[in-house]
């Protein structure tokens, strides 16, 4: 056992890079209709995108639709796994994951006011309304939570699935008094939809992800001195109070800017982090990034589970996570129960 | 030089209920300084004041006569290791990952621990007696040996005060002298001047240079053991009766409750 260097860091990244680009790969080559290009042709449609000239049947359906949405999964998935293993640093707590925390339901009801009250000015404004959501959400659970100055695990919990069913009932209920035809269905705010967006999208979400991941990246070493505790930590150096506000800040942004594209995917957060974890180990310089990573590929090819296996009809790709998803988190509070509370 | 002083130290948490009241001492250098007091005599706050968690309402601390609010918390960390009571790990972090914690103060915020880094740990993890634990998992070890990765991580970050809070508390008699020798060692050989509160007021004669007596908040005697340690003074603050008998070794009285 040795610590991480550099050379680990990255071709440990790397790896995960190419896993990524395999995924995406995959997922331009499955679909309901058969795509067969040649590689030439493949090439002029691809320059023809980036000049914007018009595409053939089949390089539109890679370019326009398989390609973008693919991208949009990774964006998604990594977004969120990333968020997730930051809010499980700052909450020293292993089940925390921006779904369970009820993050994702307050990016979600206030994405959808947003989407009431401003739709004259675009996707744009949309995250930053899903973003006051996601700071009143986190706000309301860790008050809610809170039991004599402590944060135990199964409050926790509890806290966040109640506050997660709350908003997702108001999100039911806003959907079910309006009849405003441009609201994402349902099933969006449910279950998680990726598709049928266009590059545009895909750069607004890019940016608004930049400065939350650009501070979680900063903030890595920190998390590991976190897992010894607050105090400890701050004697190690660090500025705690600033770097947990930091965090909450970063990783909710990045939640409600996932939220605000694809509505409610459960999950990634918790599964990704954890195994990251198992493979590679807990040191966060390594975790944050490589949740990126691994979140992005594992979207993806949840999304292209969920649009093949019963194609040519399309499952939400929130039932795929969920279906993975809940036996994992049982399992992992299973283990947690077994170690002494924490 | 005093290492470490303080000068009419107080502190609280509600106003009106002092934790410490005018607390004021000082350490030389390579000292052993054993804190002992009742529950509640403000033992533990006054460890995390002075390494800078709480922020004294009055008084003053001095390390090497710089105040110690002039230090920035990294430069603090430099100077002062903390070994807490009990440490909650959250994840499974390898023991020389832990270790290796201790070097964070004196890392730039992307920077990876170097060579230098790894050897200090090493060395760490040596002292300690852990360094076949160096690859196992922190939550499979025993409590004994977490004590001890714990003392090592806080000896990465070679400093030259060491604040123990009850670092004996939750260990076998065994593991209570093997950690208290190893303190004396750290004293003797790398010349760390070290605190520690403890309840055994034994291990404190055996062990302390110097003891200080907090009883409510106030100092109530501070001076080497066989000074400080007087069955009116002792049975007054802790309200037992206790009589000291002499100890095989001299000027550190041996402490027995009267039944």
Redesign the interface.
């Known amino acids: 056992?040795?610590?991480?260097?550099?050379a680990k860091?990255f071709s440990i990244l790397a790896f995960l890079f190419l896993l990524l680009v395999f995924a995406i790969v995959l997922s331009l080559w499955f679909g309901p209709a058969e795509v067969s290009l040649s590689l030439p042709e493949l090439k002029r449609q691809f320059f023809a995108l980036l000049s914007s000239e018009p595409l053939s049947k089949n390089g539109a359906i890679l370019f326009r639709i398989r390609l973008p949405r693919a991208l949009l999964a990774g964006l998604v998935g990594g977004g969120l796994a990333m968020a997730g293993a930051s809010f499980q640093?700052l909450l020293?707590?292993?089940l925390a994951d921006p779904y369970i925390l009820g993050v994702s339901g307050g990016s979600a009801f206030f994405a959808i006011l947003g989407m009431i009250f401003l739709t004259s000015l675009g996707f744009a404004t949309i995250p930053i309304f899903a973003f006051f959501g996601a700071i009143l959400a986190i706000l309301l659970v860790l008050a809610v939570a809170r039991t004599r100055g402590r944060l135990p695990v199964i409050t926790l919990l509890l806290a966040g699935v109640v506050v997660n069913a709350f908003f997702s009932a108001l999100v039911m209920f806003i959907l079910s008094v309006t009849s405003i035809s441009h609201l994402p269905s349902a099933i969006f705010w449910m279950m998680g939809d990726l598709s049928a967006k266009n590059y545009s999208t895909l750069a607004a979400v890019s940016l608004y992800y930049l400065p939350g991941i650009a501070l979680l990246l900063?903030l890595s070493?920190d998390f590991?001195?976190?897992?010894?505790?607050e105090?400890?930590a701050?004697?190690?150096?660090?500025?705690i109070e600033r770097t947990k506000l930091l965090t909450f800040i970063s990783a909710s942004l990045i939640t409600a800017v996932a939220v605000s594209v694809s509505g409610l995917i459960g999950f990634v957060g918790l599964m990704v982090p954890h195994i990251i974890?198992l493979i590679f180990?807990?040191?966060h310089?390594l975790l944050i990034s490589a949740s990126f990573l691994f979140g992005a590929t594992f979207l993806v090819l949840c999304d292209l589970i969920a649009r093949t296996v019963i194609s040519p009809a399309e499952l939400p790709v929130g039932v795929i996570t969920a279906i993975l998803g809940g036996p994992f988190f049982i399992w992992l509070l299973r283990q947690s129960r077994e170690?002494p509370a924490? | 030089m005093k290492i470490l002083e303080t000068e009419n130290l107080s502190f609280s948490f509600q106003p009106g209920k002092p934790v410490l009241q005018k607390v004021s001492f000082g350490m030389d250098d390579a000292q052993m300084l054993a804190v002992i007091g009742p529950n509640g005599s403000g033992k533990s706050t006054l460890i995390?004041i002075l390494?800078?968690?709480l922020k004294p309402e009055a008084g003053k601390i001095s390390i090497q006569q710089k105040p110690l609010l002039e230090f920035?918390?990294?430069n603090?960390?430099r100077k002062?290791?903390?070994v807490?009571q009990q440490?909650?790990?959250?994840?499974?972090?390898?023991v020389?990952?832990?270790v290796?914690?201790?070097r964070?103060?004196y890392?730039k915020?992307?920077q990876?621990?170097g060579k230098r880094d790894?050897e200090m740990?090493r060395r760490a993890l040596e002292l300690t007696d852990c360094e076949e634990l160096?690859?196992r998992s922190i939550?499979e070890i025993s409590g004994g040996e977490k004590q001890r990765v714990i003392l090592a991580?806080a000896l990465a970050?070679e400093p030259e005060i060491l604040l123990l809070d009850e670092p004996t508390a939750h260990l076998d008699l065994h593991h209570q002298i093997g950690f208290m020798q190893l303190l004396i060692q750290l004293k003797t050989e790398s010349k760390i001047s070290i605190l520690f509160t403890t309840h055994d007021l034994n291990l404190a004669s055996i062990f302390a240079d110097q003891i200080l007596i907090l009883d409510q908040g106030k100092v109530a005697g501070l001076g080497n053991p066989g000074q400080v340690l007087n069955p009116e003074l002792l049975s007054r603050v802790y309200q037992i009766k206790l009589k000291l008998i002499p100890n095989l070794y001299p000027n550190r009285p041996y402490i027995l409750p009267e039944i």
């Open positions: 056992m040795t610590a991480l260097t550099r860091l640093a020293r707590n292993p900063g070493r590991n001195l976190m897992a010894l505790g105090e400890s701050e004697q190690l150096g660090v500025n974890r180990g807990p040191d310089r170690q924490g | 995390r390494s800078g968690v920035g918390k990294k603090l960390a002062i290791a903390v807490p440490t909650q790990i959250t994840f499974s972090y390898t020389l990952e832990i290796l914690m201790g964070a103060p890392l915020r992307f990876l621990e790894l740990a160096a690859g939550d991580r970050q």
